[in-house]
Nanobody, 113 residues
Framework: QVQLVEYGGGLVQPGGSLRLSCAASGIIFNMYAMDWFRQAPGKERELVATITAGGITNYVHSVKGRFTISRDNAKNMVYLQMNSLKPEDTAVYYC???????WGQGTQVTVSS
């Protein structure tokens, strides 16, 4: 069956960096676009970044220049490199197979001093 597992979250100080990873299984990974979403307390889930099957990327305005989405099709992995983190980046981060109902369980990112 399809499975997505995220990891790499944690507590980081403002200005710091984290790299999130998402391992996919049960799909022909290189055929699908992949998304990273986030959901902060009391807020709706927000699309943060997308990478197409061909490697074209797109970002929400608030993370442009700070976050980088990438993929390794040989490993069935998608990544989110997050730099210059801000307290407002605090959220649970989820990966999703684009335009599908398949989500990971999420990983908590907390940016605080």
């Amino acid at each position: 069956q399809v499975q997505l597992v995220e990891y790499g979250g944690g507590l980081v100080q403002p200005g710091g960096s984290l790299r999130l990873s998402c391992a996919a299984s049960g799909i022909i990974f290189n055929m699908y676009a992949m998304d990273w979403f986030r959901q902060a307390p009391g807020k709706e889930r927000e699309l943060v970044a997308t990478i197409t099957a061909g490697g074209i990327t797109n970002y929400v305005h608030s993370v442009k220049g700070r976050f980088t989405i990438s993929r390794d099709n040989a490993k069935n992995m998608v990544y989110l490199q997050m730099n210059s983190l801000k307290p407002e980046d605090t959220a649970v981060y989820y990966c999703r197979i684009a335009a599908s109902g398949y989500w990971g369980q999420g990983t908590q990112v907390t940016v605080s001093s």
